[in-house]
């Protein structure tokens, strides 16, 4: 079993709906964080987050340390926001080793 | 600020050879990390590095290896190069400390450096 774990692996959208990205993870960590890939490589880090919620425009990220599972939301989707959002935690008592999910494919039609 | 750059951005290789790849971080960030990411297996740690030193080490053999320079800099280098070892190769960089600051350990990558293996 994976130590992070996303849901679901690939989600199609019509533009403006609501999308919800879960990730559970096994393991003990310092942070989590919310990465966006798009086609080409570039990775962009969207939150790195240890409790709680953050939002930065359309996009929010929530936490909840006890049952070890975090959502990204992104609310009025766009067709911009078709990537592949990854999850990622630093685990193992190092702060600098990052562990990630295998992703989620995000299509936002318009 | 200048972002994270990585040189080359491809690079063709075969079998047996090996290759180095650069990473120059963002001005004052002392961490270097590297990653790589294969369809197969995603995203995985290679290791990281401070102030010149290796801080962390991912699960990958003895083929793959790292430095830093004093000017934070990091080389990756993979001897004796094999098929499985095509992948886009990531590093990422950051602030680096041990200090209470939580934003030390937010990351910022590269573009990568796409190495195929013939």
């Known amino acids: 079993k994976n130590e992070v774990e996303q849901s679901p692996q690939n989600l199609t959208a019509q533009e403006g709906e609501f999308i919800t990205i879960n990730c559970s993870y096994s393991?003990?960590?310092?942070?989590l964080h919310w990465l966006q890939q798009h086609p080409g490589g570039g990775i962009v880090s969207l939150f790195m987050?240890?409790?709680g919620k953050k939002k930065h425009g359309r996009l929010i990220a929530t936490i909840n340390i006890q049952e070890k599972h975090s959502s990204l939301h992104i609310t009025a989707s766009h067709p911009r926001d078709s990537a592949v959002y990854i999850c990622?935690?630093?685990?193992?008592?190092?702060?600098?080793?990052?562990?990630f999910g295998k992703g989620t494919l995000l299509t936002v039609n318009p | 600020k200048a972002g994270v750059t990585q040189t080359p951005r491809y690079l063709i290789k075969t079998r047996g050879q090996q290759v180095t790849l650069s990473c120059s971080p963002i001005?004052?960030?002392?961490?270097v990390s590297w990653y790589q990411q294969t369809p197969g297996q995603g995203l995985q740690f290679l290791f990281e590095?401070?102030?010149?030193?290796?801080?962390n080490k991912g699960n990958f053999p003895g083929r793959f290896s790292g430095r830093q320079f004093s000017n934070s800099r990091s080389e990756m280098n993979v001897s004796t190069l094999e098929l499985g070892d095509s992948a886009l190769y990531l590093c990422?960089?950051?602030?680096?400390?041990?200090?209470?600051?939580?934003?030390?350990?937010?990351?910022?990558f590269g573009p990568g450096t796409r190495l195929t293996v013939l």
């Open positions: 990422a960089s950051s602030l680096g400390g041990r200090g209470p600051l939580f934003s030390y350990n937010e990351q910022f």
């Open positions: 393991v003990g960590i310092s942070a």
């Open positions: 987050l240890s409790s």
């Open positions: 990622a935690v630093n685990s193992g008592g190092s702060n600098y080793k990052l562990t």
């Open positions: 001005s004052g960030h002392r961490s």
């Open positions: 590095y401070f102030s010149e030193t290796q801080r």
